[in-house]
């Protein structure tokens, strides 16, 4: 059975840091991608970064420059550090893998399993 699990969540003021992390297990962890999307209340869940099996990521306009997203094979684990924190930003954090490596990895549709989520809160 596949099990994403994230943590690190919290409330953190504007400008500050939080690191996520995604730990997976009954999956071949590096043979998909993996990312990282949030659902803000009352909108859609949106995308904000994935990294491919050989390292390559992307991420959202929103957060280039501010998130960056890693993976340590050896630990089964991804994670988001999250810098300059704004109120925007604030939602609850989803981490997602792909059973095998796709064309794209920023649609919700290429990813097969999710995690529960973790809340990210960010204070004006």
């Known amino acids: 059975q596949v099990q994403l699990v994230e943590s690190g969540g919290g409330l953190v003021q504007a400008g500050g840091s939080l690191r996520l992390s995604c730990a997976a297990s009954?999956?071949?962890?590096?043979?998909?991608?993996m990312a990282w999307f949030r659902q803000a209340p009352g909108k859609e869940r949106e995308f904000v970064g994935s990294?491919?099996?050989?390292?390559?990521?992307y991420y959202a306009d929103s957060v280039k420059g501010r998130f960056t997203i890693s993976r340590d094979n050896a630990k089964a684990t991804m994670y988001l550090q999250m810098n300059n924190l704004k109120p925007e930003d604030t939602a609850v954090y989803y981490c997602?893998?792909?059973?095998?490596?796709?064309?794209?990895?920023?649609?919700?549709?290429?990813?097969?399993?999710w995690g529960q989520g973790t809340q990210v809160t960010v204070s004006s």
């Open positions: 997602a893998a792909a059973r095998v490596p796709t064309r794209t990895t920023w649609y919700r549709t290429d990813y097969n399993y």
């Open positions: 990294i491919r099996s050989g390292g390559t990521t």
């Open positions: 009954g999956l071949t962890f590096g043979s998909g991608a």
